[in-house]
């Protein structure tokens, strides 16, 4: 079986318990949306004027937040019955399986920010509509670089037990150029005087980092997930 | 000259031979030195205390754990030479059933019979079910079935792909009186079939008669526990007993 054909049967597995099970989008969503109540309550004026250039910060640090919490959950239902050592038994490729997780995660992650986007544009008062497509490829491209490097590390961590703690840790500093790219491109977009040659700039990076990070990923998850 | 082997041969094997492998946990040895040959068409019990090492074994046997020192042999070729074929080639049945809650019986089957490349699974899923005794069963979620009912489709999901070398850890856990004769019945036709079985078990009645050659683990060393009179668990005792080798 090829590598994208295994990969694709991994994710539709995943999917499909996810959709019977609804725990991770409920908790994600849940968690993205509480995030940006909480900054709305200290960004937002009492006038209902929110503070200037806050929108793209507050949306990637939803989009980081939530993501992790999802990274988290993805891997231990496979640890809990040991079903990613009967992944590891199947005669596929190591990478379909690294693949596979990421192409589920990535359909979650992007279904969550399908509402997350609107709800932050409507509290920040941020123009959504000015360049839809450009905002949509930023949002995208940004959630592929951080679940990119987030499955590497959640595999990573699978075994440890105290993993909670350990993958912020090791995933937030090797996300910040993802991050910053985001914020800064998203920022260039939802500014007064907008600047959408900057916006493209930053798309532009954000996909040099995801074909850099992926590239390394695939590379680095067989001997990862050895023993 | 001799003659190439054929494609089925090199995808195949019909011996598997652990030569001096070791097994280190950071300072702790969980194997030492151990020998071991299985056979095409037998049954080796792997008897021990917990914590002896058979899971180790086990999990070396079936390639997810890289042995510290020596080397496991399929047929003539060491693990990494045979790289993914290998592992079509072999079914596992872990204390960890390996199966998914949210998922039914049949989706499992399915799911994991698929990452094996079986082509007619639709087919090959309703043997496995038929063979669990879980026709009647096979749209219910995994979850809501009793520690017996998902060992025995645990066990046909190791199978589904007819691998060659199949590795059993505690197979019999949960199981009642008729489900463990079912499965011993199974496990026999296995053997006729020419599978290579490799059984870690503490349940010596019914392991007894049942395999062709025994051994005992502890500390992480190995030795033969010698065929003869008496039942096996006073075998294993006395193979204890006399003291493995250091």
Redesign the interface.
């Known amino acids: 079986m090829n590598v994208l054909a295994a990969a694709w049967l991994i994710a539709r597995k995943d999917l499909r318990v996810e959709w019977r099970s609804r725990e991770l989008i409920y908790t994600t969503l849940f968690f993205a949306i509480a995030c940006v109540l909480v900054f709305s309550f200290a960004f937002v004026r009492e006038d209902g004027r929110p503070i200037e250039n806050a929108a793209a910060g507050i949306l990637w640090v939803a989009i980081a937040f939530s993501g992790t919490l999802a990274l988290g959950r993805t891997f231990e239902r496979e640890r809990q019955a040991e079903t990613l050592r009967a992944l590891l038994l199947a005669p596929v490729e190591r990478a379909s399986i690294y693949l596979g997780k990421l192409l589920a995660l990535l359909a979650l992650l992007v279904g969550i920010e399908v509402l997350l986007v609107p709800i932050v544009g409507f509290l920040f008062q941020a123009p959504m509509l000015r360049a839809p497509w450009l905002l949509a490829a930023l949002v995208l491209a940004g959630t592929v670089g951080f679940a990119v490097v987030g499955t590497l590390f959640a595999a990573m961590l699978v075994r440890a037990q105290s993993r909670d703690v350990l993958l912020p840790v090791v995933l937030y500093p090797l996300t910040v150029p993802v991050i910053i790219a985001g914020v800064r491109g998203t920022g260039a977009i939802f500014a007064v005087e907008p600047n959408l040659p900057m916006a493209q700039t930053w798309l532009a990076m954000l996909v040099s980092f995801d074909v850099v990070f992926l590239t390394v990923a695939l590379w680095t998850f067989a001997p990862v997930m050895r023993d | 000259m001799s003659p190439a082997p054929s494609s089925d041969r090199l995808s195949d094997f019909e011996v598997v031979t652990v030569t001096g492998i070791s097994r280190f946990y950071g300072r702790r040895r969980a194997l030492s030195k151990v020998s071991l040959e299985c056979r095409t068409g037998t049954m080796t019990g792997l008897f021990g205390p917990n914590g002896a090492g058979k899971s180790t074994l086990l999990g070396i046997l079936?390639?997810?754990?890289?042995p510290s020192q020596g080397v496991v042999r399929y047929g003539k070729r060491p693990a990494d030479e045979w790289g993914?074929?290998?592992?079509?080639r072999?079914g596992?049945l872990?204390h960890?059933?390996?199966?998914?809650?949210?998922?039914t019986a049949r989706?499992n089957l399915e799911?994991?019979g698929?990452?094996?490349?079986i082509t007619r699974i639709t087919a090959r899923t309703d043997e496995a079910l038929s063979a669990a005794r879980l026709t009647d069963r096979a749209g219910d979620?995994v979850a809501a079935f009793s520690r017996g009912l998902r060992q025995r489709l645990a066990l046909e999901?190791a199978l589904i792909h007819d691998p060659r070398l199949v590795l059993l850890d505690e197979p019999f856990t949960g199981l009642d009186d008729a489900s463990t004769g079912l499965l011993t019945e199974r496990l026999r036709a296995l053997r006729t079939s020419g599978a290579i079985i490799v059984m870690a078990t503490h349940d010596f009645d019914t392991a007894d008669g049942l395999v062709d050659q025994a051994v005992c683990l502890e500390n992480g060393r190995l030795a033969p526990i010698a065929a003869g009179e008496g039942r096996l668990r006073e075998r294993y005792r006395r193979a204890l007993d006399e003291g493995l080798p250091r």
Request: a neutral charge.
């Open positions: 079936s390639t997810v754990i890289q993914d074929v290998l592992r079509a072999v596992v872990g960890d059933l390996f199966l998914y809650g949210d998922l989706e799911f994991f698929r990452l094996h490349g979620r999901r």
